[in-house]
């Protein structure tokens, strides 16, 4: 059975997909990252295989995220394309004909506006934490409320009180306010629900064309509080796909599919036993003109495979080569 691999390697989280060549998804993990992504890399590998028959084939490799480039030279990637693609292509594949995807992971979030199936305008959040997960995960863990009991609480509300969303530092001094005044839970986190979205719509989505479908996908879209807070604060109706979590590395294996079957090349996946090899990452300071690049690198057993950081090719592994 032919398939292709997805890998989307983030701050936060790191997910690993394999589909079929019909789009069906074979296995998906969802790992935290843990600040160690060339380890989580390596067991998401290993714990993939667990999942998948012998007779699946790897025909291609695509990798996404912030940590695309470190997970593309670690498993040999046919693709290596950014956040925003691969979470398009993955959204039109599910919805055909979404208009509007809203991705809330845990340290940043996107808006993608979608046109007859073509990106024509996106923003992203990678500043403020207020309005990802990690604001709500840090609130619930000072209510002490599992994260996973977080939107069947918000829906109990009959009374949301409004929370200071705009900073998580605010919030949290809003919240405790709102304790204090003898605000029942329910309220105090559907009224941080709200403070999420109003956040989101007022920076992320602030003057984009937002029409309908829309969709809202990353690990934030498993709260249902967040999404009844974007369809009242809409006015519409938002879906969430399935697989709702792991869109950006089903968005890059797709994206591996056509870019192996429209050229008919061999790919260049390294083969699953990569996650019993050797791997360390390092960096340096090149002093070969003013910008004083810094330059991050990988190795594998010991023989650099990529490098990150210049602003020239002097140290390209591929110019290295050559000499």
Same mark, same amino acid.
Request: with cysteine.
């Given at each position: 059975?032919?398939?292709?691999?997805?890998?989307?390697?983030?701050?936060?989280?790191?997910?690993?997909?394999?589909?079929?060549?019909?789009?069906?998804?074979?296995?998906?993990?969802?790992?935290?990252?843990? &600040?160690? =992504?060339? +380890?989580? !890399?390596?067991? $998401? @590998?290993? *714990?993939?295989?667990?999942?998948?028959?012998? /007779?699946?084939?790897?025909?291609?490799?695509?990798?996404?995220?912030?940590?695309?480039?470190?997970?593309?030279?670690?498993?040999?990637?046919?693709?290596?394309?950014?956040?925003?693609?691969?979470?398009?292509?993955?959204?039109?594949?599910?919805?055909?004909?979404?208009?509007?995807?809203?991705?809330?992971?845990?340290?940043?979030?996107?808006?993608?506006?979608?046109?007859?199936?073509?990106?024509?305008?996106?923003?992203?959040?990678?500043?403020?934490?207020?309005?990802?997960?990690?604001?709500?995960?840090?609130?619930?863990?000072?209510?002490?409320?599992?994260?996973?009991?977080?939107?069947?609480?918000?829906?109990?509300?009959?009374?949301?009180?409004?929370?200071?969303?705009?900073?998580?530092?605010?919030?949290?001094?809003?919240?405790?306010?709102?304790?204090?005044? &003898?605000? =029942?839970? +329910?309220? !105090?986190?559907? $009224? @941080?629900? *709200?403070?999420?979205?109003?956040?989101?719509? /007022?920076?992320?989505?602030?003057?984009?064309?937002?029409?309908?479908?829309?969709?809202?996908?990353?690990?934030?879209?498993?709260?249902?509080?967040?999404?009844?807070?974007?369809?009242?604060?809409?006015?519409?109706?938002?879906?969430?796909?399935?697989?709702?979590?792991?869109?950006?590395?089903?968005?890059?294996?797709?994206?591996?599919?056509?870019?192996?079957?429209?050229?008919?090349?061999?790919?260049?996946?390294?083969?699953?036993?990569?996650?019993?090899?050797?791997?360390?990452?390092?960096?340096?300071?090149?002093?070969?003109?003013?910008?004083?690049?810094?330059?991050?690198?990988?190795?594998?057993?010991?023989?650099?495979?990529?490098?990150?950081?210049?602003?020239?090719?002097?140290?390209?592994?591929?110019?290295?080569?050559?000499?």
């Amino acid at each position: 059975m032919k398939a292709y691999l997805g890998i989307d390697v983030g701050s936060v989280s790191t997910n690993v997909v394999v589909q079929d060549e019909n789009g069906d998804v074979l296995a998906n993990l969802y790992l935290r990252t843990k &600040g160690r =992504p060339v +380890q989580t !890399i390596q067991y $998401g @590998l290993k *714990e993939i295989t667990k999942s998948l028959t012998d /007779n699946v084939e790897i025909c291609g490799v695509g990798t996404t995220g912030s940590g695309r480039y470190l997970a593309g030279v670690m498993v040999g990637a046919d693709v290596i394309k950014n956040e925003i693609t691969a979470h398009a292509v993955a959204a039109s594949f599910f919805v055909p004909g979404v208009q509007t995807v809203f991705e809330i992971g845990g340290q940043d979030s996107k808006i993608i506006i979608l046109r007859n199936g073509i990106v024509v305008d996106f923003a992203m959040n990678t500043v403020c934490a207020a309005g990802t997960g990690s604001f709500l995960d840090q609130q619930a863990s000072r209510l002490g409320i599992p994260i996973a009991e977080f939107g069947s609480l918000a829906l109990r509300s009959t009374n949301p009180v409004r929370i200071a969303g705009r900073c998580t530092v605010f919030a949290e001094s809003d919240m405790i306010h709102k304790q204090q005044m &003898g605000h =029942p839970l +329910q309220d !105090i986190i559907n $009224g @941080l629900c *709200e403070a999420l979205v109003r956040n989101y719509l /007022n920076n992320v989505g602030k003057g984009k064309d937002i029409l309908s479908p829309v969709i809202f996908q990353g690990g934030v879209a498993a709260n249902a509080g967040i999404k009844a807070a974007f369809e009242r604060a809409l006015g519409m109706k938002v879906m969430v796909p399935p697989h709702y979590d792991v869109m950006g590395a089903i968005g890059a294996a797709m994206l591996a599919s056509e870019e192996i079957q429209s050229t008919n090349k061999k790919t260049m996946f390294k083969g699953f036993l990569i996650s019993d090899l050797n791997y360390r990452t390092g960096s340096f300071e090149c002093n070969g003109c003013p910008n004083a690049c810094e330059i991050a690198e990988i190795y594998e057993e010991e023989k650099v495979i990529g490098r990150w950081g210049a602003r020239c090719p002097r140290w390209d592994i591929i110019q290295e080569e050559k000499h």
